[in-house]
């Protein structure tokens, strides 16, 4: 499917269908041109609420708010509606005072909105949808330069594909995407960005005493890797680490989760996939920085060698860890990565990670958390994330649920002594294995929610979301 720029007026472009907003439930835009057929139908134009009328080749979509989330949600259902049809053209106006905005909510409704995932069906899904055609003409006669608009819509289009790639790699059965699969994708990813690529083994990480990490992986048929990928720009402004949580399953280890909670647990490595799709937007953006995404890929399962609660683990940073809880595991792999990102001297480091139920109970199943130290910090983020089209909200820190944490025989426990605010418990946990020279440097995004949702939801499938691509290539953007 194709987005192409038209530097005609709308009515002068030929199309299968027309796709029209109904902007806060106004029927007197002079848009709109079938405001009885609409009334008949009783259309209210609720936000993302469509009528289709096929004689006159149109679909109207109701738009509560100009936000971006808002237009991306909206063109989403409808072009949900019109791959449903034999149509093979689309066109539609940018009809929003901020047009640039508006091109690319559209890019995002229809590239993420119609999304499918089908590799493991027999009976592949087949889109008549070939081309959708912007007018650089709006109803208003309020026109733009075709190629500045064109301009903000590759630059969407690379986003978009990035977000449909994490989608991919997260979707993907466990027993396919293992640690090491994961490292060949990430390989694969760097040979075609032109990025430098490290694949360390289970050697590399026990040599350069990773134990936390190892200690989780070690149980698993399938070897742990750490993966690194660099860019870099001539001359870059600022460097940057992420770090991803690359769990590709999590039984829960010896504390076993219930059979229910496993169905889902292929999402485990959403964080990881994400600093993929990130650092592949970015290099294809050329944007002017020096990034480097780095993810522990690791299985936690059950053997006779599995890690135990009661053990205490050695990490990277030196710090002893308690294990209470051999099912909060995530942050294990992640205090060690955190530590070998800090090695690299970056200016900000940020990790993604489906880290805690806790911030889906919080937060609800489509909004990430972002918690660390940094106001400033922390609200950039939400920025990015509120531009960007994805749902984020901050969890302060506070020095009362610090005190959960504490062992009587180690350094800390890898699980809070009370069950209430596990997803700030968890940051905090993280927080510990950050020198303190990055404290005010470092940002913890926990993407359990909307990485991974068993119903389709706005722009987002059935499935993977691609969580945290969107805010974070947005926020590299304006650093």
């Not at 937060?363 to 400033?376: A, V």
């Not at 180690?410 to 605010?421: C, F, L």
């Not at 404290?439 to 068993?454: F, Q, R, S, T």
Request: aromatic share 8%.
């Amino acid at each position: 499917m194709k987005i192409k720029v038209e530097n005609k007026k709308l009515e002068d472009i030929k199309s299968d269908l027309e796709i029209i907003f109904v902007i806060n439930k106004n029927f007197a835009h002079t848009f709109i041109k079938d405001k009885d057929t609409l009334e008949m139908m009783n259309f209210k134009g609720e936000n993302e609420e469509i009528a289709y009328l096929p004689e006159g080749k149109k679909i109207y979509v109701g738009l509560n708010l100009l936000e971006y989330e808002y237009i991306s949600d909206a063109v989403a259902s409808a072009a949900r509606k019109a791959a449903s049809t034999n149509a093979k053209n689309l066109k539609i106006a940018v009809c929003f005072d901020d047009m640039k905005m508006g091109a690319k909510a559209f890019v995002n409704g229809f590239i993420l909105g119609l999304y499918k995932f089908d590799k493991y069906k027999t009976k592949k899904t087949e889109r008549e949808l070939k081309n959708i055609f912007i007018s650089t003409q709006a109803y208003s006669d309020k026109t733009i330069e075709a190629k500045e608009l064109q301009s903000a819509i590759d630059e969407a289009m690379i986003i978009a594909k990035a977000v449909n790639f994490t989608r991919d790699i997260v979707n993907s059965m466990p027993d396919e995407v293992t640690p090491v699969r994961l490292a060949e994708i990430a390989s694969q990813v760097a040979k075609e960005n032109n990025l430098e690529c490290k694949i360390h083994d289970e050697k590399y990480i026990q040599k350069n005493k990773m134990n936390a990490f190892y200690s989780v992986a070690k149980a698993s048929a399938h070897p742990p890797r750490l993966i690194h990928l660099s860019y870099s720009s001539k001359k870059p402004k600022i460097k940057i680490a992420l770090v991803g949580k690359g769990l590709t399953y999590d039984s829960g280890g010896l504390s076993l989760k219930p059979g229910s909670s496993m169905t889902t647990m292929k999402s485990d490595k959403s964080g990881a996939s994400a600093v993929l799709g990130i650092i592949k937007a970015v290099s294809e953006l050329k944007l002017d920085i020096e990034l480097h995404a780095i993810a522990g890929a690791a299985e936690n399962m059950v053997a006779g060698n599995a890690y135990k609660p009661d053990d205490i683990l050695v990490s990277k940073s030196g710090k002893t860890i308690e294990v209470k809880n051999t099912d909060a595991e995530g942050r294990l792999v992640l205090a060690d990565c955190l530590a070998y990102a800090q090695e690299l001297k970056p200016d900000y480091i940020v990790d993604i990670a489906t880290l805690t139920g806790a911030c889906v109970v919080a937060l609800g199943e489509y909004t990430s958390g972002i918690m660390g130290h940094n106001q400033e910090l922390k609200n950039a983020m939400l920025l990015s994330a509120k531009n960007s089209g994805e749902l984020a909200s901050a969890l302060e820190f506070n020095k009362y649920l610090k005190k959960l944490l504490k062992s009587e025989v180690a350094d800390i426990s890898n699980i809070s002594s009370s069950r209430y605010g596990g997803a700030i418990t968890a940051a905090l946990f993280l927080s510990e294995f950050i020198e303190e020279e990055y404290k005010d440097k470092w940002l913890h995004l926990d993407i359990a929610g909307p990485a991974y949702v068993e119903q389709e939801w706005g722009c987002n499938p059935f499935g993977a979301g691609g969580a945290g691509v969107r805010m974070v290539v947005e926020w590299l953007k304006n650093l």
